[in-house]
């Protein structure tokens, strides 16, 4: 533990130290000129008006909360159940538990740094450290929306928040699934979070953002939260290696009920994720909120479609799948675009996530045990490119006149780009060193009796 929290304390000078030589001033607004009458000379003199008073409405702050729970929801239970159906019963536990700890680790160094770095002051790549264990911030503090006048709770955007970067890394686990060390992927993704995802986060959402003042459009994190984890989890799958037996043994799911159910929770949850990401309780939410459910309706068809046209069955274990790939992809877009062109991207994302999880896997020749590029990633990047095309107000988007599909897309790819190398380049790092201080993976005996036993003295069930 000592060695962890050194070596956190180190990365955090060394990377931001130099980085956040940001300009913190903002320039005031020039006052608005006073209308002069031979009634009022004196109000050419006078101050301007004093601003109003910011409105903060009941109804956004409740469904800002009910969204903030939402997103729990969708980690725990529901990718927990997720994950935790698909790997070996020898190893269900093992899972429920790496999701768990890490969304409260994560969940733990947002409140001490990363809101901070995230979200405080302004800068090309990251913020500040003004906001350091949430200094500044108490009851009244307000966060803007993106309405102006209009306002919510800081403490509600910053739980908000939080959850974004606590299922992120809990995604990541994905990959790496029945054979990574416990006390491994926890200080991997501390350290991947500190230096990838707050990065990315700011960039593409915080004030000064390299990619937010370029223009990209991602509502909910296609790029901040899919494409980030994606990468992350590719290149764990390559360092830790195969599970032993990959290609050879039979690694069935053990339980596609309770993978079925986490999938459904999935979905019920991805609504406070994006529609509460519109932060307030208006158009914009249920703009949000209908693409989600017919994006993610017209990917399981589309998966189970093409299972049906390749194998001749489909599956639960697609229909599921798809789902998460519809959820995955529609994200980015979600705020963007209007319920056809998310039907679009619903299906696309059924068919292409497919094709990702089984020829596109074969061809990278990684031990991605759950999938987790082959849908988040594969998703993330259909999602990030087809909202610059779907947000064109000639195809229904919410774009302005002078929208071009063109640029846009170009904006887009360069954001997708930008977020593959970043997280990939953390990454690597991150698992060298985790591997020196602690190494990766477990002993060949462990793994084969299962994590369920070998890590936690558990087992999921009683045999």
């Not at 536990?93 to 002051?121: C, E, K, N, R």
């Amino acid at each position: 533990m000592k060695n962890l929290i050194a070596t956190l304390m180190l990365g955090l000078g060394l990377a931001f130290g130099g980085v956040n030589a940001i300009a913190q001033t903002a320039t005031e607004a020039p006052a608005a000129a006073m209308e002069t009458t031979e009634a009022a000379p004196v109000a050419a003199e006078a101050p301007a008006a004093e601003e109003a008073a910011p409105t903060v409405d009941k109804g956004d702050v409740a469904w800002m909360m009910v969204s903030t729970i939402l997103v729990v929801l969708m980690v725990l239970p529901g990718l927990a159940l997720f994950y935790g159906g698909l790997v070996r019963s020898k190893n269900m536990l093992s899972v429920l538990m790496q999701v768990m700890v890490v969304f409260s680790l994560i969940t733990v160094l947002w409140a001490v740094y990363g809101y901070s770095l995230a979200f405080g002051g302004e800068g090309l790549i990251i913020g500040n450290l003004d906001r350091v264990f949430l200094m500044g911030i108490n009851a009244d503090s307000l966060a803007d929306t993106f309405t102006d006048g209009v306002k919510i709770p800081e403490y509600i955007f910053v739980a908000f928040q939080a959850t974004f970067a606590g299922i992120t890394c809990a995604l990541i686990v994905g990959s790496f699934a029945e054979r990574m060390k416990f006390s491994a992927v926890l200080l991997f993704c501390a350290i991947w979070f500190t230096f990838s995802y707050l990065p990315i986060a700011h960039m593409v959402w915080g004030a000064g953002g390299y990619l937010l003042d370029k223009g990209a459009l991602d509502f909910a994190g296609g790029t901040v939260v899919h494409i980030n984890a994606a990468m992350a989890g590719l290149v764990g799958a390559y360092m830790v290696g195969k599970r032993i037996g990959y290609g050879k043994e039979a690694m069935a799911p053990h339980s596609l009920t309770l993978t079925m159910v986490g999938a459904s929770l999935l979905w019920v949850g991805w609504f406070g994720f994006n529609a509460g990401s519109n932060l307030e309780a208006n158009g914009g939410a249920g703009l949000a909120f209908i693409n989600t459910l017919f994006a993610t309706a017209a990917a399981v068809l589309a998966w189970c479609i093409g299972e049906a046209l390749g194998k001749g069955k489909a599956s639960m274990l697609g229909a599921a799948s798809g789902a998460v790939a519809g959820l995955v992809a529609i994200t980015p877009a979600c705020g963007s675009v209007g319920p056809m062109g998310g039907i679009i991207i619903g299906l696309v994302s059924g068919f292409v996530c497919l094709w990702g999880v089984n020829g596109l896997k074969k061809m990278l020749g990684a031990d991605d045990s759950l999938d987790v590029f082959g849908i988040h990633g594969i998703g993330g990047i259909i999602g990030a490119i087809l909202v610059g095309v779907f947000a064109a107000p000639g195809l229904g988007g919410t774009g302005g006149d002078d929208f071009a599909i063109g640029s846009q897309v170009l904006i887009q790819a360069e954001g997708v780009l930008i977020t593959m190398v970043w997280s990939s380049v953390v990454a690597f790092v991150a698992y060298k060193i985790v591997d020196m201080m602690v190494g990766l993976r477990v002993t060949e005996e462990a793994e084969r009796e299962g994590l369920d036993i070998t890590s936690h003295g558990e087992t999921a069930y009683n045999r």
